[in-house]
């Protein structure tokens, strides 16, 4: 099993930044996918970016050219970089990843998740 834990939330003014990072820990056959999720109160979960196995990355339309996510060699950690923030990026944000167990199969992981308030 893997082990999620998140950091860097907070609140922020409109226009400023804020770095969110996870850590993943567990003994596991190899990690793949790598992901955040948010949740706005009264809507459901989106993807926000995810970065693939072989570094492809991808974000959801409202975030483009303004979050960036990266992770590190090791693939044990996945940061989320938010620029320009606006109060609409406002949630909880979950980590996810996606791993291969040592009985081969695949499953997801999610962290516990992280507050981001953006205040106008």
């Known amino acids: 099993q893997v082990h999620l834990v998140e950091s860097g939330g907070g609140l922020v003014q409109a226009g400023g930044s804020l770095r969110l990072s996870c850590v993943a820990s567990?003994?596991?056959?190899?990690?793949?996918?790598m992901a955040w999720y948010r949740q706005a109160p009264g809507k459901e979960r989106e993807l926000v970016a995810v970065?693939?196995?072989?570094?492809?990355?991808k974000y959801g339309d409202s975030v483009k050219g303004r979050f960036a996510i990266s992770r590190d060699i090791a693939k044990t950690t996945v940061t989320l970089q938010m620029n320009s923030l606006n109060p609409e990026d406002t949630g909880v944000y979950y980590c996810?990843?996606?791993?291969?167990?040592?009985?081969?199969?695949?499953?997801?992981?999610w962290g516990q998740g992280t507050q981001v308030t953006v205040s106008s």
């Open positions: 996810n990843v996606q791993f291969r167990g040592w009985d081969w199969r695949m499953s997801v992981a």
């Open positions: 970065i693939t196995t072989d570094e492809m990355t």
């Open positions: 567990g003994s596991v056959e190899s990690i793949h996918n």
